[in-house]
């Protein structure tokens, strides 16, 4: 049982918690992006201070063992904030029970064309873009191994823009090579709106042969290793019914050992009117809670049990996180709503799966 947390180290998180609505303001004074990379950088510079030293590692509530590991809590960062793994101590210690980052390609990448992030505030909603900026496979690794934290850490992998799709397998391979010594789970990105031709590696047939590609890789690692990773993909709110069906069969026959749902949606619905909704890219916050939802409980219909689900979209409370829980997902992950809502969101998702499960 871990020793309950000293009073200033509840101190130092209600401190963290409460000054976010002050350091959100000034944050949006600044367009997405920079405001993005400042986060990014204040949370890499408070990782290695005496501050977050005061906090403690994680919020303990309904611990669950998946895939071998132990999650503290329910609730992890979903890949895209911490895209190169430079913060992990800094996100670490907000109480996430797990931090994924990326997504990382095999090479380093710049991303699309500036501007390529956007708040529609009106809906706490994101639009971007950003296609995979990243620093590459290796820096992003070694920005792992120099992490103190130490939670539960996932690696989100994707192929480079320039990849042609009869290629891609090369280049998750590539990816899972390298973050194997050091990720505790992998996810393979095949639903990322923002590079061209990604999301055609969902179709069953490429979806097939990919996983079957990476088992044979996983195998091999983990002889030469001797240590399993598991490996989860990660896929769109944006599929039909019947798409959904045909996924949900062909990773329980190939025994695929999780499934992360769902990525931004390319639906407008809800921000159509807003500024900035007609911009190209994923949409996650708000507008997507109930979509990511019904998803993922289809999703867990048809698979009956097969394997985890974690589910991300749209969770910007406690009940949200909740909701996904009740569709079947097993754990969760949030992203824009830790935008909106700053670093009291965990606690209270993560205090509100435990409350939900007891």
């Known amino acids: 049982m871990p020793a309950a947390p000293s009073l200033l180290s509840r101190a130092a998180r209600g401190l963290l918690e409460h000054s976010w609505p002050l350091m959100r303001a000034g944050l949006f004074e600044f367009d997405a992006e920079t405001a993005h990379h400042l986060t990014i950088r204040g949370l890499k510079v408070a990782g290695s201070s005496g501050?977050?030293?005061?906090?403690?590692?994680?919020?303990?509530?309904?611990?669950?063992?998946?895939?071998?590991?132990?999650?503290p809590n329910r609730v992890g960062l979903a890949a895209g904030l911490d895209k190169t793994g430079e913060a992990i101590d800094g996100f670490g210690a907000m109480g996430f029970?797990?931090?994924?980052?990326?997504?990382?390609?095999?090479?380093?990448?710049?991303?699309?064309?500036?501007?390529?992030?956007?708040?529609?505030?009106?809906?706490?909603?994101?639009?971007?873009?950003?296609?995979f900026n990243n620093p590459g496979m290796t820096e992003g690794m070694a920005n792992v191994a120099r992490r103190t934290w130490k939670g539960i850490v996932g690696v989100n992998i994707g192929k480079n823009f320039d990849t042609p799709n009869?290629?891609?397998?090369?280049?998750?391979?590539?990816?899972?090579?390298?973050?194997?010594?050091?990720?505790?789970?992998?996810?393979?990105?095949?639903?990322s709106p923002n590079t061209k031709g990604l999301r055609d590696l969902q179709q069953e047939e490429s979806c097939r042969a990919l996983i079957r590609a990476l088992h044979a890789e996983q195998?091999?690692?983990?002889q030469t290793h001797g240590r399993h990773v598991p490996v989860?993909?990660?896929?769109?709110?944006?599929?039909?019914?019947?798409?959904?069906?045909?996924?949900?069969?062909?990773?329980?026959?190939?025994?695929?050992?999780?499934?992360?749902?769902?990525?931004?949606?390319?639906?407008?619905?809800?921000?159509?009117?807003?500024?900035?909704?007609?911009?190209?890219?994923?949409?996650s916050g708000a507008p997507l809670t109930q979509r990511a939802t019904e998803v993922i409980a289809r999703f867990c219909r048809v698979l009956d049990g097969a394997m985890p689900l974690i589910g991300v979209g749209g969770i910007m409370n406690g009940a949200d996180a909740v909701e996904k829980l009740?569709?079947?997902?097993?754990?969760?992950?949030?992203?824009?709503?830790?935008?909106?809502?700053?670093?009291?969101?965990?606690?209270?998702?993560a205090e509100s799966c435990a409350a939900a499960l007891t």
């Open 51 to 71: 501050f977050l030293r005061l906090l403690p590692e994680t919020i303990e509530a309904a611990p669950v063992k998946l895939w071998g590991l132990t999650f």
């Open 97 to 131: 029970g797990f931090v994924e980052i990326g997504t990382l390609t095999p090479r380093p990448q710049p991303g699309n064309d500036k501007p390529r992030l956007f708040r529609i505030v009106n809906r706490e909603a994101i639009v971007n873009r950003m296609g």
């Open 166 to 191: 009869e290629r891609a397998v090369d280049d998750y391979l590539t990816c899972l090579r390298e973050a194997w010594p050091l990720a505790d789970y992998v996810t393979v990105n095949l639903s």
């Open 219 to 222: 195998r091999a690692l983990a």
């Open 232 to 283: 989860l993909i990660k896929i769109a709110p944006d599929l039909e019914d019947t798409h959904i069906d045909g996924l949900a069969r062909l990773f329980a026959e190939e025994k695929l050992e999780g499934v992360i749902a769902t990525n931004t949606t390319l639906s407008r619905r809800h921000v159509e009117d807003e500024r900035y909704g007609d911009e190209r890219g994923g949409l």
């Open 326 to 349: 009740r569709a079947g997902a097993a754990l969760v992950q949030i992203y824009s709503g830790l935008v909106y809502r700053g670093p009291a969101l965990v606690r209270e998702c």
